[in-house]
């Protein structure tokens, strides 16, 4: 059974620095592997799809890295601003029956 | 592009009482799967339909059903509902197969 953890499962930084989020997952046998963004309340925004034969993937200040035989994969926010202020959240898709799971998401608060 | 959306955002039900929820997928998408989000749980799979079958199905209750219509939307339906059922309902759309995941606004449902 596929199993995605995200640590820290909080933290706060100031305005300025780079955000580097950590996600793990168990079983390597993925289709591809997604972050999400959700505010208060809010729906998920997609901001990466990294599919299995990717190593990264980027999108303006967003970098993700994936390396699947470790089962890791890491999401780089750079010069971090108070509207990066949400949690992030990452999810895997499964070989087996396109089945999605989801980490705990990690909550970013980020200081003027 | 109209996006994913779901309704009613917000809704408030006693206990024991039935709730349907909708969710209208993106132009063209024929998946539709939707997940239970709770503070205490995080993240949970329900179920997934495509072209009308339902593909998988997470670990919940016989209480909790769904359907999909000729024109992909879906609704899900919880009867019976019980306090720990008030959570935010999300529904997500994709193509087909393990393609990028978008979300809708959710559906908030507290059981009092």
């Known amino acids: 059974k596929q199993e995605v953890t995200q640590i820290p499962a909080a933290l706060s930084v100031p305005e300025g620095e780079n955000l580097v989020l950590n996600c793990s997952f168990t079983?390597?046998?993925?289709?591809?592997l997604q972050w999400f963004r959700q505010d208060p309340g809010k729906g998920l925004t997609s901001l990466l799809l990294?599919?299995?034969?990717?190593r990264e993937q980027t999108s303006g200040r967003l970098n993700a890295s994936l390396d699947k035989s470790s089962g890791r994969s890491t999401l780089y926010i750079a010069a971090s601003q108070p509207g990066d202020s949400a949690t992030y959240l990452c999810?895997?898709?499964?070989?087996?029956?396109?089945?999605?799971?989801f980490g705990g998401g990690t909550r970013v608060l980020v200081k003027p | 592009k109209a996006g994913v959306t779901q309704t009613p955002r917000y809704l408030i039900k006693t206990r024991g009482q039935q709730v349907t929820l909708s969710c209208s997928p993106i132009s063209g998408h024929r998946s539709v799967s939707w997940y239970q989000q709770t503070p205490g749980q995080g993240l949970q799979f329900l179920f997934e339909?495509?072209?009308?079958?339902?593909?998988n199905k997470g670990n919940f209750p016989g209480r909790f059903s769904g359907r999909q219509f000729s024109n992909s939307r879906s609704e899900m339906n919880v009867s019976t509902l019980e306090l720990g059922d008030s959570a935010l309902y999300l529904c997500?759309?994709?193509?087909?197969?393990?393609?990028?995941?978008?979300f809708g606004e959710g559906s908030r449902l507290t059981v009092l």
């Open positions: 339909y495509f072209s009308e079958t339902q593909r």
């Open positions: 999810a895997v898709i499964g070989t087996a029956g396109n089945k999605l799971t």
């Open positions: 079983d390597s046998a993925i289709y591809n």
């Open positions: 997500a759309s994709r193509l087909e197969g393990p393609g990028e995941l978008f």
């Open positions: 990294i599919q299995s034969s990717q």
